[in-house]
C-alpha cells in the first residue's frame, strides 16, 4: 500500500459508490476506498474491484494516508447529519486546500451551509448531484458540482472523464455556481423526474382503462412513441416493463402492488417552489400523486362505496392514442418550463449564475430524465439565453399551439371515463392561466381587502400605487400600505 498514490479516495460502498469507483478506474484514475463498515472494503476489494488499481483503507487516517495532495475525499453517503458526521471524522486529518465532495442526494441549504464553514476552515467543499442510477454510475452519469469554485479545477479532469457524454463527446458534467447551485440542480432534475414519471403513468392509466390495452399492446405504443419525439429513458424503460412476465407468463407490471415511494427530493422542489412564489404545480401534483396511492387500504374502502361514471367507449382507437401521446408531451413541455422558472427565481434570489441551456446539456445523458426533448431546451438557450420562459421560445410555443387540442380531448376523455389525470390537468390548467391576460385576481384582493384592508392597485393607476374601498361603510381609514404578490 503506496502512500500519496491515489487520485481520489472514496467513502460509502453501496451501489451507487462502487460502481463510481470502477468508472474512475477504467478511466486511469487510483481510487481509495474506506466504508464505516469495514469488511465490506475487504469484500469489494476482493470480488468487484478484484483485478483493478483501487486501494482498500480500513480506516479514514489511513484513507488519508493514501491521497495525493491537494487530497480529494468524495462522500457517497446517505444525506443529513451522516454527511456531517464524515465531515467531522475527515477535518482532523486534512490541510487547508483538500477537497471534500458530498456526490449523494443533499438539501441545497446544507450544501451552502458546509461550503461557508468549511471555507473558513481552508476546505474547499463541493455539493454535487449525481444521476443515472447505478448503471449511470458505472458507464457515465451526469454530474450536477457546485460549492466552492476554487475546488473545480482540481475535480474537473476526474469528473468530466467519468460522466456520460453527449454526441459530440462532450460530457455531461460542469460547474453549475456556488454554495448550494449543484444539488439544488439536481433537486430541480429529480422534481421534473417525479413529473416525467406521474405523466407517464397517467398516459398508461388512460389507455389501460380507458382503452383497455393489455401491457403487450402498452409494449407496442410506447415503442412507437420511443422512436418519435418522445424518445427518451423513461419511455425506453417503459418499453420494457410492459414486456416483463412471470413466471407464469402473466406481465410482472400487473402483479405489482400500487403504492409509490418517496425520498423526498420531489417534496423539496414543491417546498422551495412555495417559498419562491413559483407555480411549479405539475412537480406538486406528481408529488401528491405518489402520497394518494400510499393511501392503499383507505382506497380500497372508497372504491367500494364511491362509484365513477359508466365506462365508456374510446371512440377511435388509434386517434385516441394519439391524443394521449399529444397530452403527454404538452404536459411534458409545461413541467419542464415549470421546472426552468424555479432555477431562475433560485438564482435571481441566490445570485447564483446559472446556465440553463448547460444544465439542459448535462441532462441530455446519463441521468434518469435524459432525452431527445433536452435538446431542443439548449437549443432555446443559445438562441435566447435571456429567454424568460420556455413556453415563449417559438419551438415549444407552436408545439403547444399544434397540439392543444388532442390534449385537451385526452383530458375530457378522461374525465368522463373516471380516470384521475392530475398532471395532465394541471399542466394545461397552467398553460391557460399563463396565457389569459385577465385572471379573476382581481376579486380575490378586493376579497383581501374587504376582510382585511390589504389594498389593491388599480388598471387605471400606475403600479405601486396602492388603494383601499370602505367596502360596508363601517370600516376606518387604516389600511395596509402594501400587500406581497
Known amino acids: 500500500m503506496q502512500k500519496e498514490s491515489c487520485d481520489i479516495g ?3 460502498l453501496a451501489v451507487m459508490g462502487q460502481n463510481l469507483v470502477l468508472n474512475m478506474n477504467d478511466h486511469g484514475y487510483k481510487v481509495a476506498v474506506f466504508n464505516r463498515t469495514v469488511s465490506k472494503v475487504d469484500d469489494f476489494i476482493q470480488n468487484e474491484a478484484k483485478g483493478t488499481k483501487v486501494e482498500g483503507a480500513h480506516s479514514i487516517p489511513e484513507l488519508i494516508q493514501l491521497l495525493k495532495r491537494p487530497r480529494r475525499v468524495m462522500l457517497m453517503v446517505k444525506a443529513g447529519s451522516v454527511v456531517d458526521d464524515n465531515i467531522e471524522q475527515l477535518l482532523p486529518h486534512l490541510e487547508p486546500g483538500d477537497i471534500i465532495i458530498d456526490g449523494g442526494n443533499s438539501l441545497y ?12 476552515k481552508g476546505i474547499l467543499f463541493i455539493g454535487t448531484g449525481v444521476s443515472g442510477g447505478e448503471e449511470g454510475a458505472r458507464n457515465g452519469p451526469s454530474i450536477m458540482p457546485g460549492g466552492n469554485p476554487a475546488a473545480w479545477p482540481h475535480v474537473k479532469e476526474i469528473f468530466q472523464a467519468i460522466a456520460a457524454k453527449v454526441d459530440d463527446g462532450t460530457p455531461c458534467c460542469d460547474w453549475v455556481g456556488e454554495d448550494g447551485a449543484g444539488h439544488y440542480v439536481k433537486m430541480v432534475h429529480n422534481g421534473i423526474e417525479y413529473g416525467d414519471m406521474q405523466l407517464i403513468c397517467e398516459a398508461y392509466h388512460l389507455m389501460k382503462d380507458a382503452l383497455g390495452l393489455s401491457a403487450a399492446e402498452l409494449h407496442e405504443v410506447f415503442g412507437e412513441w420511443n422512436k418519435g419525439e418522445l424518445d427518451s429513458y423513461l419511455i ?6 410492459f414486456a416483463k412476465l412471470d413466471e407464469d407468463g402473466q406481465p410482472v407490471v400487473d402483479k405489482i402492488l400500487d403504492t409509490a415511494g418517496q425520498k ?13 412564489g413559483v407555480p411549479v404545480t405539475l412537480i406538486g401534483e406528481a408529488v401528491y400523486a405518489r402520497c394518494l396511492s400510499a393511501m392503499k387500504d383507505e382506497r380500497v374502502v372508497a372504491s367500494k362505496v364511491l362509484s365513477g361514471p359508466a365506462k365508456q367507449a374510446a371512440g377511435d382507437r388509434k386517434a385516441f392514442i394519439e391524443d394521449v401521446r399529444r397530452a403527454l408531451y404538452c404536459s411534458k413541455i409545461i413541467s419542464y418550463a415549470q421546472g426552468y422558472m424555479l432555477l431562475r427565481e433560485a438564482a435571481k434570489e441566490m445570485k447564483w449564475n446559472l446556465n ?6 448535462m441532462w441530455r445523458g446519463g441521468c434518469i430524465i435524459r432525452s431527445r426533448f433536452l435538446g431542443k431546451i439548449k437549443e432555446a438557450f443559445d438562441k435566447n439565453p435571456q429567454l424568460t420562459n420556455l413556453l415563449l421560445d417559438g ?5 403547444l399551439l399544434k397540439y392543444q387540442d388532442s390534449w385537451r380531448s385526452a383530458i375530457v376523455k378522461a374525465i368522463e371515463a373516471g380516470v384521475p389525470t392530475p398532471a395532465f390537468t394541471t399542466a394545461l390548467s397552467f398553460f391557460d392561466g399563463y396565457r389569459t391576460e385577465r385572471l379573476p385576481a382581481n376579486l380575490l384582493q ?5 376582510f382585511g384592508a390589504h389594498t389593491y392597485e388599480r388598471l387605471d393607476k400606475p403600479r405601486g400605487q396602492f388603494f383601499h374601498t370602505n367596502w360596508t ?3 376606518g381609514r387604516v389600511a395596509s400600505g402594501t400587500y406581497n404578490v
Open 264 to 276: 423526498g427530493t420531489g417534496k423539496w422542489t414543491g417546498i422551495s417552489s412555495l417559498e419562491l
Open 109 to 120: 441549504t446544507d450544501s451552502n451551509r458546509r461550503t461557508q464553514e468549511l471555507a473558513k
Open 473 to 475: 361603510g363601517r370600516g
Open 395 to 399: 419551438f415549444f410555443a407552436g408545439t
Open 10 to 12: 472514496l467513502i460509502g
Open 446 to 450: 378586493a376579497q383581501r381587502d374587504y
Open 236 to 241: 425506453e424503460i417503459t418499453t420494457d416493463i
Open 356 to 361: 440553463f441551456g448547460g444544465i439542459a446539456l
